[in-house]
């Protein structure tokens, strides 16, 4: 059989796990990412559901693991401070991940690829068999399939589907020492805001600050209102690095179209800071190997895959919308 090419357009959790499924295939796959990569201090969530199912069969778990960061309960706590729930810490089989973990463990399995860097695709011309695709750097390639895995503002997404944004939620994640660690978990959940800490295996901590509305609204205007531990982490916001996501539920009416397909959340992102996105990638990713593997045709698998992916999605989006399941808490 005739070797496959793949053309992965973007290098995050759903364009690597993608890669990684296609290669086990026998596709041969040219990964499309940034020169320069910014720095993702992320905050660690569980892995679960359709991504824990499809990291097993990929061989992944064991790394990943070996990745976690540490397992511990979760004290929920209100706007004074005051403990009112507790959720037990993940099982041993269950990883605790922040993004560049999961990324670091699929960068490892994926192995040497060919990948083009400090470019972006311009146009995409399909046909029966496969994709014509014009780079911003003036070359073209033919790929039998085009992946955009290329995040919520997806570049693919708006080239063939004409849909680039959605509703916004801002989200700043902040990764620092804290002077009070603690054994657990908390997290505070407010009317349109949330703020989170979680130990981390270095002996640093991770805070997660998140609210619905102004992507650049500043982080003491959002929060500096709060006096119990706010002010602490907003002390040393001001003092070490931050990344600060902006992020928004995407309604895409299609992911695929002929030899092209959106995967992660270039096709669905929930809008949700910590959670489903990293499961749902890896998820689909796999579900996507799986339909190309099983159908003869590429048209035929994509809407297959869409068909399969379309209720798990939407089952995430609906929970997203009213609150976090205790199973989706690190």
Known sequence: MPTRRALVVGAGIAGLATALRLRRSDWDVVLVERAEQSQDL???CALRGIGHDAATRLGLMPALIEHSQPRCDTVVVDVAGTPFALYSKPSTATPVLRRTDVVTVLRGAVGSVEARRST??????EDDCG?????????????????GADGVDSAVRGAVFGERHGHRQA?????????????????????????RVHPLSDGSSAALFAWH?????????????????APDLLSQVDTGPVTRRA??????????????????????????????????????????????????????ALAWWEEQ???????????????TRDEDRP
Do not use: Y
Not at 131 to 147: A, I, K, P, R, Y
Not at 247 to 270: E, K, M, N, P, Y
């Open 42 to 44: 992320g905050f660690p």
């Open 171 to 195: 989200t700043v994640s902040v990764s620092s020492r804290l002077e009070t660690a603690s054994a657990s978990a908390v997290r505070m959940d407010l009317s349109g805001r949330s703020l």
């Open 247 to 300: 992020s928004f539920q995407v309604h895409a009416d299609r992911w695929a179209s002929g030899q092209i397909a959106l995967v992660g959340d270039a096709a669905w992102c929930t809008g949700r800071p910590c959670g489903e996105g990293a499961s749902l990638a890896i998820g689909g990713a796999e579900l996507l190997g799986d339909a190309l593997d099983i159908f003869p045709g590429t048209a035929g």
């Open 309 to 323: 992916m379309r209720p798990i999605v939407r089952h995430q989006k609906r929970h997203s919308a009213g609150g």
């Open 131 to 147: 994709v014509t695709v014009t780079f911003s750097d003036g070359d073209e390639d033919w790929f039998d399939l085009v992946v």
């Open 213 to 229: 509305g102004n992507a650049s609204l500043p982080l003491r205007q959002a929060f500096g209102d709060l006096t119990w531990l």
């Open 120 to 125: 972006g695709v311009l146009e995409l011309a």
